[in-house]
């Protein structure tokens, strides 16, 4: 069985940073593309950041040069670096993989709020 469990949201001020974790069981994620997707309140989920096997990432144009994806295939976990946290990053951020046959897994979620 494919979990994956994200941790390290919080409170945070403006300007502030958070680390991010998702640790995977059941299945090891050395090939797999990882993905951060998160979904402010009232609003859907809107994609982050991903990372492929190869460790080549890429990100959503509103968190380019703030946040930065990584990934640790010995611990099968990535991560997801906030800096210079702004109000509307707000949201409940989750861990997908994808295994490139339509089929996706999704951790539960870590909430990220950024309020003075």
């Known amino acids: 069985q494919v979990q994956l469990v994200e941790s390290g949201g919080g409170l945070v001020q403006p300007g502030g940073s958070l680390r991010l974790s998702c640790v995977a069981s059941g299945i090891s994620i050395n090939t797999y593309a990882m993905s951060w997707v998160r979904q402010a309140p009232g609003k859907g989920r809107d994609w982050v950041a991903s990372?492929?096997?190869?460790?080549?990432?890429t990100y959503t144009d509103s968190v380019k040069g703030r946040f930065t994806i990584s990934r640790d295939n010995a611990n099968n976990a990535v991560y997801l670096q906030l800096n210079s946290l702004k109000t509307e990053d707000t949201a409940m951020y989750y861990c997908?993989?994808?295994?490139?046959?339509?089929?996706?897994?999704w951790g539960q979620g870590t909430e990220v709020t950024v309020s003075s």
């Open positions: 990372i492929n096997g190869r460790g080549a990432s």
């Open positions: 997908s993989l994808g295994l490139g046959d339509g089929t996706r897994y």
